[in-house]
Structures are given as structure tokens and as C-alpha cells.
């Protein structure tokens, strides 16, 4: 005898509740799926060839972990099969809720909702996957005898040469590898001008400020890849580096000398149509960085401003001059006046053709710009090199291949290393504090442990390098 089994609550798929109405529960006929009183239900033995009419068995939901996905929105878990639930002495099918479609020989997913971020309306930022860490780039350490080169580098003859080999490899023909040929060489010229744009961009912006800072009574000079690049081959700066050249105030003097964010804040009042602050990395940092502009929204170009101190910089100008010693080129240990050099003039030959190498506390200035001598060049290289290869910052310890490649070319200047080699002024006091003295010593050792081939110059110039 079949009785009809009446359910207390409509089904959750019936619709949303908007669209029924209050007292209109039917009672609906039974369905195949439907459960069968126990009277009606098969024997034992044939309860396995009629699953369909067969309540089925409680199981508790057996799931295994997946990964989340890309946005970690939601867990997906496999489960046995659906359970059966009882309300009082109703009995209700709740099997496992398929999608859409034809669920024929499909595994029954349940889906473990997971409690969104709020993203006020905004797509959910994308999450890594579990069990992954984020990647860190690493440094690459080269041989001592393969030239590290920066973005600034444009291939080698060698390198044209191989990847010329590899086309033909590839079975190009002589027209493709022609129109290969050409764009590779309309790449490179087209860089090389922006490059040298870009240079001219610095220049200007090394003039600008040295000559809005003569205007208030300041002088300074050039040092880092500027001077390098003034001095001889060397790379093409990308910024401006300029030590501030300030008098000692007088024991009984209260004036303090002028900080580097006092100079900042003096050139963007003296010039905002050229210069302009920006924050650094670290909004929270206690300075601002300078930029110069020849035009609004135009190409930038930073500007660094030292004082004498910072990271070991001397005080070129000492209110207690050293005895003159007059040579044959007509300068003097206690002027510090700038050697005046013709812009379109080879500094390299200028400088060798004095019969006795001039003072090597004295500016030496080239295309207008005075810059820094060229031993104290040399050894603040160095130490950029350590500092950055010791700092904590990835994007500080990227830079330590280019500081290394720019100590190599400083040191393949052969006539103002022979000018050094005769001067040797590593143990002048004005120019290097007895502090970075012992600094210098280690850091030539470490340089010349990572880069053996070059022990030998160092030892020319005087030091110990094991």
C-alpha cells in the first residue's frame, strides 16, 4: 500500500521565496527518486539492483583538500555521495546537487563556501597559491674575467656575430637575414642617441646647478659616473653627483654649515621652473630627492646633493691651507683654484703632459664642470661597490655588478693610473679620514679576492691585496 509523503519545507530549488505565496503548500505525488516506505522496499538480496527506490546509506562527507584557486575564493572538496535526513517521521532525499547539463558518471562536488574580503564592489585581488613563497631575485655573481655590462651596454661585436651564426642555423634567407640585419642596426642606433640625449640631459643639468649655486656663494664639484665619464671611456651617467665645497666655520663661528636639504630646498626657490622634489622609496624618509627638467612633464634627471662628511666625503675647502709648492703647470696646494681645460681638449693627454703631476687635492675642470681628483674618485667606487653588495635592499644590491665594472674602468685609464702610481696620495688626511684609510685597505682585499685579475693594479697603485 503506498502512502504519500508530504514535506515540511519546499525544497530550496523550488525558487525564492518571493514567488510563492503564504498557505499554498501542495502536496506533491512521489517521485522515483523519492524515498519508498519500508513495506514496499525489496528484499536483501535484491537491494543492490534497485539502488533507485533505496534510501541511501548515511555518510559522513569524506573530502579531500584541493589547492584554492588563483583568487582563494573557494575550497573544493569531493564527497562519497549525498546523506539522508529525518524529520520526525517524514524522511527526505537530499543527494548531491549536480550542474547544469547531463551529470551521467560525474563525481558530486560540495562547495566549503569561504568568507570573502570586502572589496566595496571591486574585484578580489588575486592571492598566490598555497604552499608557495614569493620569488626573490637573486644577484648574479660573475667570473672575474667576463665584463659585467649594464643596459647602458650595447652588444658586442662577438655577441652581433653569434646571433648572425644562429639565423643561419635557423635556415633564414639572405633577404630575411638582411631585414634582420637592418632592424638590429636601427635598434642599436636608435638607443645609442637616446643614450646620448640623455647625457646631454645631464650636462645641462650639472651646469644648472653648479651655476645656481655659484649665485649664493657655493661652489662644488662632480664625482661619481659623471666624473667618470669626463675623466675618460666610461659609461654614460645617468644622474648628477655633486659634493658641495664649504668652508670650516671658525672655531668661534655659531653659523652652522648648510645641510643637503637646506641646498634642495635653495635650488627649488632659486629655479622651480628647472627643479622639482620627489619623494623616495620610503614615503616616511626624513629627505627629498631632486630632479631636473628643461621642460614640464619633459625627461628628468637626478640631481644628488653632498655634504663634506656624508659617507666620507672631505672638505675640499680647509680654512688652514698646507704650504704652497708651485710646480712648472702654475698651481698651488693652498689656492684649490679649478684647472681651466678647453671643452673640446682630451683631459686624459692634458694631464700627462705636465712635466710634474699637479697637486692631487686640486679640482681639475672639464666641459665647466669641476670635478673631484681622481683618487678620490677611484676609492668612493670602491666603496659603492661594498655598500651596495652589503645592503639589505634588493634593488641597492643590484647595482654592485655595474659599481664593479665601473672600479674596472677607472682602473684601464692607464695614463691617469701611471699619474697615481707616482703620487700615491692614500694617506693624505684632507682628501681620505684615517677611518676610510682602513676601510680602503679591506675593501681593496675583498675586491681583489672577487676579481683576481686586477690584484695587479691595485698593487701598482700601492696596496696590499692578500
Known amino acids: 500500500?503506498?502512502?504519500?509523503?508530504?514535506?515540511?519545507?519546499?525544497?530550496?530549488?523550488?525558487?525564492?521565496?518571493?514567488?510563492?505565496?503564504?498557505?499554498?503548500?501542495?502536496?506533491?505525488?512521489?517521485?522515483?527518486?523519492?524515498?519508498?516506505?519500508?513495506?514496499?522496499?525489496?528484499?536483501?538480496?535484491?537491494?543492490?539492483?534497485?539502488?533507485?527506490?533505496?534510501?541511501?546509506?548515511?555518510?559522513?562527507?569524506?573530502?579531500?583538500?584541493?589547492?584554492?584557486?588563483?583568487?582563494?575564493?573557494?575550497?573544493?572538496?569531493?564527497?562519497?555521495?549525498?546523506?539522508?535526513?529525518?524529520?520526525?517521521?517524514?524522511?527526505?532525499?537530499?543527494?548531491?546537487?549536480?550542474?547544469?547539463?547531463?551529470?551521467?558518471?560525474?563525481?558530486?562536488?560540495?562547495?566549503?563556501?569561504?568568507?570573502?574580503?570586502?572589496?566595496?564592489?571591486?574585484?578580489?585581488?588575486?592571492?598566490p597559491p598555497l604552499g608557495r613563497t614569493r620569488e626573490v631575485a637573486m644577484v648574479p655573481v660573475l667570473p672575474a674575467d667576463q665584463e659585467i655590462r649594464t643596459e647602458n651596454d650595447s652588444k658586442s661585436e662577438s655577441e652581433v656575430e653569434e646571433e648572425e651564426a644562429g639565423e643561419i642555423k635557423a635556415g633564414l634567407t639572405p633577404a630575411q637575414q638582411a631585414a634582420k640585419a637592418a632592424k638590429r642596426q636601427a635598434r642599436l642606433l636608435k638607443n645609442k642617441k637616446k643614450k646620448e640625449e640623455h647625457y646631454q640631459l645631464v650636462l645641462a643639468a650639472a651646469e644648472t646647478t653648479i651655476s645656481a649655486l655659484r649665485k649664493h656663494g657655493i661652489s662644488c664639484a662632480a664625482f661619481g659616473s659623471l666624473a667618470g665619464k669626463l675623466y675618460g671611456e666610461f659609461r654614460h651617467p645617468k644622474d648628477v653627483d655633486l659634493l658641495v665645497l664649504q668652508p670650516s666655520p671658525p672655531p668661534d663661528s655659531e653659523t652652522p654649515l648648510r645641510t643637503a636639504e637646506e641646498l634642495k630646498d635653495l635650488m627649488l626657490d632659486s629655479d622651480p621652473r628647472h627643479f622639482y622634489l620627489k619623494l623616495p622609496r620610503d614615503p616616511e624618509a626624513p629627505y627629498r630627492i631632486l630632479y631636473y627638467r628643461e621642460e614640464y612633464l619633459?625627461?628628468?634627471?637626478?640631481?644628488?646633493?653632498?655634504?663634506?662628511?656624508?659617507?666620507?666625503?672631505?672638505?675640499?675647502?680647509?680654512?688652514?691651507?698646507?704650504?704652497?709648492?708651485?710646480?712648472?703647470?702654475?698651481?698651488?696646494?693652498?689656492?684649490?683654484?679649478?684647472?681651466?681645460?678647453?671643452?673640446?681638449?682630451?683631459?686624459?693627454?692634458?694631464?700627462?703632459?705636465?712635466?710634474?703631476?699637479?697637486?692631487?687635492?686640486?679640482?681639475?675642470?672639464?666641459?665647466?664642470?669641476?670635478?673631484?681628483?681622481?683618487?678620490?674618485?677611484?676609492?668612493?667606487?670602491?666603496?659603492?661597490?661594498?655598500?651596495?653588495?652589503?645592503?639589505?635592499?634588493?634593488?641597492?644590491q643590484r647595482k654592485q655588478g655595474q659599481d664593479a665594472a665601473d672600479v674596472r674602468r677607472l682602473l684601464a685609464m692607464d695614463k691617469m693610473i701611471n699619474e697615481l702610481k707616482q703620487t700615491q696620495p692614500w694617506a693624505d688626511t684632507e682628501l681620505f679620514s684615517e677611518e676610510f684609510q682602513e676601510l680602503t685597505k679591506g675593501r681593496v682585499k675583498e675586491y681583489c679576492k672577487e676579481f683576481p685579475a686586477k690584484a695587479a693594479s691595485w698593487q701598482m697603485l700601492g696596496f696590499e691585496t692578500a
Open 1 to 127: 500500500m503506498s502512502t504519500a509523503v508530504q514535506t515540511s519545507a519546499p525544497d530550496s530549488a523550488a525558487g525564492p521565496p518571493s514567488s510563492r505565496k503564504r498557505g499554498s503548500r501542495k502536496t506533491r505525488q512521489p517521485h522515483n527518486n523519492d524515498i519508498t516506505p519500508v513495506s514496499q522496499q525489496p528484499e536483501d538480496g535484491n537491494r543492490a539492483s534497485s539502488s533507485r527506490s533505496t534510501a541511501p546509506k548515511q555518510h559522513s562527507a569524506v573530502s579531500e583538500t584541493m589547492p584554492t584557486s588563483m583568487n582563494g575564493l573557494a575550497v573544493i572538496s569531493p564527497i562519497s555521495t549525498g546523506g539522508a535526513e529525518t524529520q520526525g517521521s517524514k524522511t527526505k532525499s537530499r543527494g548531491p546537487r549536480w550542474k547544469r547539463g547531463n551529470s551521467k558518471g560525474k563525481t558530486p562536488v560540495t562547495i566549503d563556501a569561504q568568507p570573502l574580503p570586502s572589496t566595496n564592489g571591486r574585484e578580489p585581488p588575486a592571492q
Open 298 to 396: 619633459g625627461p628628468d634627471c637626478k640631481v644628488d646633493i653632498l655634504t663634506p662628511g656624508t659617507m666620507h666625503l672631505p672638505n675640499l675647502l680647509s680654512s688652514s691651507p698646507s704650504p704652497t709648492s708651485s710646480n712648472s703647470s702654475g698651481l698651488s696646494n693652498d689656492t684649490l683654484t679649478p684647472v681651466s681645460i678647453p671643452p673640446d681638449a682630451n683631459p686624459v693627454s692634458l694631464a700627462t703632459n705636465i712635466a710634474s703631476p699637479p697637486p692631487h687635492n686640486h679640482l681639475t675642470t672639464i666641459s665647466g664642470i669641476p670635478l673631484v681628483p681622481f683618487s678620490l674618485l677611484l676609492l668612493h667606487k670602491l666603496q659603492g661597490w661594498t655598500d651596495h653588495r652589503d645592503a639589505p635592499e634588493k634593488h641597492k
